[in-house]
């Protein structure tokens, strides 16, 4: 023994069991959690191998999702302008008919009208015609002297004017 308690013997006894202790522990307890360790070294790089090709693919389907969206406002914009084209083509058609049909309707009334002025006339002529007739068989009847043809004149034309 020494002065300050110290056992020579325990010490080496200590160091024995230590240097024992480390070899089992080397031996039998180190490999098993560096295995652990190196299991779980491994799973979280596969991990994070995992989440950097989801995020790839995530960012895939958003350039795809983004495009086809692009591709959609495009073509609906194509089917806007396509369907106010189809409709501005249905409107001047309309329009066109409208005014062919209008152009139609007037022709048509001018005809009538034409027609209804030439049966007017042909009405008038035969009621002038009637009418000098019988005037000139008023004046063959009776004889006409100044005032009776003035008087005769005006009745002529009053019965022009009343169409009878």
């Given amino acids: 023994m020494s002065a300050l308690g110290i056992n020579p013997g325990t010490i080496v006894a200590e160091i024995l069991s230590f240097l024992i202790f480390l070899f089992f522990m080397y ?3 180190f490999p098993p959690m560096e ?3 190196r299991e779980r070294h491994e799973r979280i790089e596969r991990n994070i191998e995992e ?3 989801d995020r790839e693919e995530a960012q895939k389907l958003k350039e795809e999702f983004e495009a086809q969206m692009q591709g959609a406002r495009q073509e ?6 396509r369907a106010q084209r189809t ?3 249905q409107a001047q058609d309309t329009i066109a008919e409208a005014r ?9 009334a001018r005809e009538e009208i034409a027609g209804e002025k ?3 006339l042909r009405q008038i002529r035969k009621e002038v015609a009637e009418l000098s007739l019988s005037i000139a068989g008023r004046v063959l009847e009776s004889e006409l002297d100044q005032e009776r043809q003035r008087k005769l004149v005006e009745e002529f034309l009053s019965t022009a004017e009343s169409g009878s």
């Fill in 100 to 108: 062919r049909e209008a152009e139609r309707l007037i022709a048509m």
């Fill in 27 to 29: 031996k039998y307890g």
């Fill in 118 to 120: 030439r049966e007017a």
């Fill in 87 to 89: 409709a501005d083509v």
């Fill in 76 to 81: 609906a914009h194509a089917l806007i302008d």
């Fill in 51 to 53: 989440a950097r090709r």
């Fill in 35 to 37: 295995k652990i360790l």
